[in-house]
């Protein structure tokens, strides 16, 4: 009998004998397919990967396969599997079980594990309610008609009436799904501007290309979905601090926005990114450039961020230049005459988006787009500090990912698709323009507007906020990481002077991402992997699990090294914020700060008798 075989260089057929085992019949289509014996790849009977075939010694006809019957081959390219994998060596029956691919779930579609909100709007009903036509209506109350009956979440006039210029992308794949097939043959696929791996046709490039291997030409088109639909800041106050360092300076500034995702009312099947905090990287900053310098705690910020719910959500830059200090005005100088982000600027953001993709189950990968978001602060209309959201389209993150996009040097409107050269090969790249007659014509993307490559994303703050972390507190105003070079250091002597405040409770004295940060990332504090009751204490605003946590042995460590540090005792607190370990008002010091030194590089601190560290051995700085 004949088994139908569909992958992405087409359909085959393989002839088998209904006795043949399943490990014989996935040999068979791994040698029609030429899958070399370290290429992971799976076949199912289920468009969608589910209902997948494993190595075996069952039948064909006892799996239930029938002449005629079709099945799909998935191919995971290497760097995205892991090493247990399904079918990774069909001609030897027995090496993959069904254990090994519950393990490597998350790598194969239709068992993907989404982001929580990608749940929710998956089940939610979608469909757009609408009142009674008082004009075209003629029926009871209880009846319904073409006028009044809901309507679906991409519906095109619903959009352009609510001014929604993109919609959703769960209606974009509500969409996908609304035909006579039901969504049957709907696969997402990423672009690829990649000669395809493993041709045995001809010489490797540049010697040889054919059709089979060549990636198609690319044709840039307006996006007309978007991965997130808003970005909401808790608070005023979290970008106020951040420009406060622009304020100060007059240096630009960059920063990773910390927050989770939420369902979007305004847009039907909407997501909107809720903003936390901002955590600001090691930047060398100029007034009209700033350059990322490797992070070592990287890491730690990402796990403290789990902790408490949070994740990278996008990131933001300051764009600013004052235009008049006595009125408090800025340049307005990004609009639609010259542009909205740079061609350098899109690189960034879509090499940020590449790194942070979103989870999808109808793409064979695993994954398509990305809900990261850029935000940027700059002068709007009105003179005034304003901010814009942006994102840049999928078909820009496969450019800047396959490494065919460049931004001009004398052009920051213009980006630069490379040309072919011995060391790679880059697709046809077009986009389309109305000449001066009107009419549409096609021209190749060298150079490019980076107006095709953009989608636009509002950015806001609520009404009546309810942010996670205190805003009107001392913790508020701790220290931002990062900031030395403003003479803003986050450091031990910060930290204790903190604690010193008169705080109602402990929770309200670390009830700050930056204080939590500090915590974390310090190697001088001994309470980095005891942190997650704390944030939890936050998360859920209990007072008494944080008491509980300050109680620890690793708080009672800080409090000795904090009492050693100060010439005074700890301020009595209203509710005291060292959890019961100190004396309150009456306690003393045990040792005076003129006998000890603090380090400038590792903060660590030394008796007033060695000239140098005792743990980074650097020397004294007088």
Known sequence: MLIRVQSSEGTKRVEVDPSFSASNFLGKVGELFNLAPDVQWSLCRSRNGGDPLYNSDASVSTLGLRHGDMTYLSVFPS???????????????????????????????????????DGILSKANGTVARGRDAQFCRHGDQGRCIHCIPIEPFDAQYLAEHEIKHMSFHSYLRKLHSGVDKGKFVFLENLSCKIKPGCTEHTPWPNGICTKCQP???????????????????????????????????????????????????????????????????????????KLLPDENEDRVLRLGKQLGLKPVGWVFCDLETEDRAQ???????????????????????????RHPS???????????????????????DNQICMEGYQVTDQCMALVRDECFVPTVDAPELGYVKESSTEQYVPDVFYKEKDKYGSEVTKMARPLPVEYLLVQVPVAAPVNPNPLFATDTPAASF??????????????????????????????????????????????????????????????????MAERWCASSEWATVQQMMDALG????????????????????????????????????????????????????????
């Open 567 to 622: 010439d005074q005792p700890m301020a009595a607190q209203e509710s005291s914020v060292d959890g019961g370990g100190a004396s309150g008002g009456n306690s003393s010091a045990s040792a005076p700060s003129a006998s000890m030194w603090q380090c400038e590089h590792c903060t660590f601190l030394n008796q007033s008798s060695v000239p140098s560290c005792d743990m980074c051995s650097l020397p004294r700085v007088s």
């Open 328 to 354: 408090a005005t800025v340049k307005y100088f990004r609009h639609m005459e010259t542009y909205f982000l740079s061609a350098e600027e899109c690189v960034m953001a879509a090499d940020l988006q590449t």
């Open 216 to 290: 198609n030409a690319v044709t840039l088109k307006r996006q007309d979905y978007r991965h997130i639909d808003n970005i909401c800041f808790e608070d005023r106050s979290i970008i106020a601090r951040f420009l406060d360092h622009w304020r100060s300076s007059g240096l630009q500034r960059v920063g990773i926005l910390y927050g989770k995702y939420e369902e979007h009312k305004d847009v039907p099947l909407g997501i909107k990114a809720v903003v936390s905090a901002i955590y600001e990287p090691p930047q060398a900053s100029t007034q009209n450039s700033v």
């Open 79 to 117: 760097n995205s599997t892991s090493n247990d994998s399904r079918n990774s060596d069909p001609a030897r029956p027995g090496q993959s079980s069904k254990g090994d691919v519950e393990n490597d779930a998350t790598r194969l579609p239709g068992a993907v594990e989404e982001d929580e909100i």
């Open 359 to 381: 989870p999808c189950k109808f793409s064979s990968s695993g994954y398509f787009g990305s809900k990261f978001s850029t935000v940027v602060v700059s002068g709007g209309v």
């Open 479 to 544: 220290p931002i990481e990062n900031r030395s070079a403003i003479g803003e250091a986050q450091d031990f002597p910060a930290f204790c002077k903190l604690m010193r405040e008169k705080h109602a409770s402990f929770l309200d004295a670390v009830c700050s991402f930056h204080v939590l940060c500090f915590m974390a990332c310090s190697d001088m504090l001994p309470v980095r992997d005891t942190l997650g009751m704390l944030c939890e204490a936050i998360v859920s605003r209990n007072s008494e």
